[in-house]
């Protein structure tokens, strides 16, 4: 069987369950392999029986082509191929990684979430323009008000979207359509998580398919101090997939065109006030598709349906898994680069992939 085919059979098979602030000094953390002794394991959930950061190992090979059929190739629609990485640990809680945000305006030190409820912290290492891998990574579990891991609450684990509002994380639970806010500034991946309340029509999104993308509006851009979160797979009576303005000037509802059975994975929004919506669906004949939507950010007002152009997409014939986060930052240079992280859903047929690429003007 070729490499191309059954990287097509694992992931049709594994595609059915898709579900610049002051930082303080982390406490030392001691290296760790795997994570320790669990209590009673939920189903399909991976627990933490400490509330402390760990360092973890996490290896990387280099993806030196994104095209298999061209490997000469590195323009795909408006993005340029950087780089990429196949990241592996032998820290059997690393995977799942869901959503992905820089910490700094390099793209080097970066704040990750597992669905299973875990924080990944650390940096992306550089030669040039291009990822040769990852240092300092730790991992740690989400704290819950109460100090212990948001995964001691059965289904309290699928921690699918995140966000940053200064030292504050927002980071949606789809399976229970809940949304927590931690603030970092007190003792960043061991601050503890509060409920944050969501319109009610978010807590009533189909299982499974609820808050995938969140996205907070800064200052200077239309609906400045709004945090819009968008559904996965959440539909209107047209179809279309429902998003929700919380908080701002403007707090309300509005929807996305959903166009060639496509369901949002994640979001992020560009200075030049675009929001960038990361897309992906799957089919037992082509296996996974992805692909980036530009949406402009004036268009989003409570009531609108919202289009826009795509600007990449990729198949199975590409490196791609089961891509669920996208961030962006701006180089010295004036470049806008896209970071996107895969999910492996902690399948050894699947992989943890991290691609970077250039937004071409």
Request: aromatic share 8%; net charge neutral.
């Amino acid at each position: 069987m070729s490499t191309l085919s059954s990287r097509r059979s694992f992931l049709g098979q594994a595609a059915a369950g898709f579900s610049t602030f002051a930082i303080p000094t982390l406490a030392r953390a001691q290296p760790v392999t795997e994570p320790p002794p669990k209590a009673a394991q939920i189903p399909g959930q991976v627990e933490h029986a400490v509330t402390e950061p760990v360092a973890i190992e996490v290896n990387a090979r280099q993806i030196p082509a994104f095209e298999q059929r061209d490997r000469s190739r590195v323009r795909f629609g408006s993005l340029n191929y950087r780089s990429g990485l196949v990241l592996t640990s032998p820290y059997r809680g690393f995977g799942g990684l869901s959503g992905i945000r820089f910490l700094d305006a390099k793209g080097e030190r970066f704040l990750a979430i597992s669905d299973q409820g875990a924080w990944f912290t650390g940096r992306i290492r550089y030669d040039g323009r291009s990822m040769v891998g990852l240092a300092d990574v730790e991992a740690a579990p989400m704290l819950g008000a109460g100090g212990r891991p948001i995964t001691d609450k059965r289904l309290w684990y699928d921690t699918e979207s995140i966000a940053l509002d200064g030292s504050f994380v927002y980071v949606g639970l789809e399976r229970v359509n809940q949304l927590m806010r931690f603030d970092f500034a007190k003792g960043f991946t061991r601050a503890r998580g509060e409920v944050v309340p969501l319109p009610p029509a978010a807590r009533k999104l189909p299982y499974n398919k609820g808050l995938e993308a969140l996205v907070v509006v800064p200052k200077g851009q239309p609906l400045a101090g709004t945090l819009i979160a968008l559904s996965e797979g959440g539909l209107d009576a047209d179809g279309n997939l429902i998003a929700f303005l919380v908080g701002g000037p403007t707090p309300g509802q509005f929807s996305v065109r959903r166009t060639d059975k496509q369901f949002i994975s994640d979001a992020v929004l560009l200075p030049s006030g675009e929001l960038l919506i990361l897309e992906r669906k799957f089919s037992w004949f082509t296996g996974i598709n992805i692909r980036i939507r530009a949406i402009p950010l004036k268009s989003i007002v409570p009531g609108a349906l919202v289009d826009g152009p795509v600007l990449f997409s990729a198949d199975l014939g590409h490196e791609v898994d089961n891509m669920e986060g996208i961030d962006a930052h701006v180089t010295p240079e004036g470049e806008t680069v896209l970071t996107l992280v895969s999910d492996d859903n902690f399948s050894l047929l699947q992989r943890t992939l991290l691609l970077q690429f250039t937004l071409v003007e």
